[in-house]
Nanobody
Framework: QVQLQESEGGSVQSGGSLRLSCAAS????????VGWFRRAPGKGREGVAA???????????SVKGRFTISQDSAKDSMSNIFYLQMTSLKPDDTAMYYC??????????????????WGQGTQVTVSL
């Protein structure tokens, strides 16, 4: 069974940086689609960044140039840690952030419906 565990988020001032991590275990795939999503108050969940099964990265326009997704895969491919490095943070980045994974990005790397496994969410707050 795939399980995802996110690191704690945090509160930072505008312009600051934060790195989130997600420890994934229970993989049975040599490669997987991994992604980060967020839900701001009063809004739906949106795709922020993802790595598809070919290793290509995808970013929402709102975070391009500021956020970086990366991953470290164990040789046995039964565990994986992936990261979201966030820089030049803005108050609009305030949201609950979720990591997610699945065997493929079938419906698009930033599409919520592509992912069947989710972390519990971690709060990121950016103040002026």
């Amino acid at each position: 069974q795939v399980q995802l565990q996110e690191s704690e988020g945090g509160s930072v001032q505008s312009g600051g940086s934060l790195r989130l991590s997600c420890a994934a275990s229970g993989y049975r795939e040599l490669r997987a689609c991994v992604g980060w999503f967020r839900r701001a108050p009063g809004k739906g969940r949106e795709g922020v960044a993802a790595i598809d099964t070919d290793g290509n990265t995808h970013y929402a326009d709102s975070v391009k140039g500021r956020f970086t997704i990366s991953q470290d895969s164990a040789k046995d491919s039964m565990s994986n840690i992936f990261y979201l490095q966030m820089t030049s943070l803005k108050p609009d980045d305030t949201a609950m952030y979720y990591c997610a994974t699945d065997s493929s990005c079938l419906w698009g790397a930033l599409a919520e419906v592509s992912f069947g496994y989710w972390g519990q969410g971690t709060q990121v707050t950016v103040s002026l």
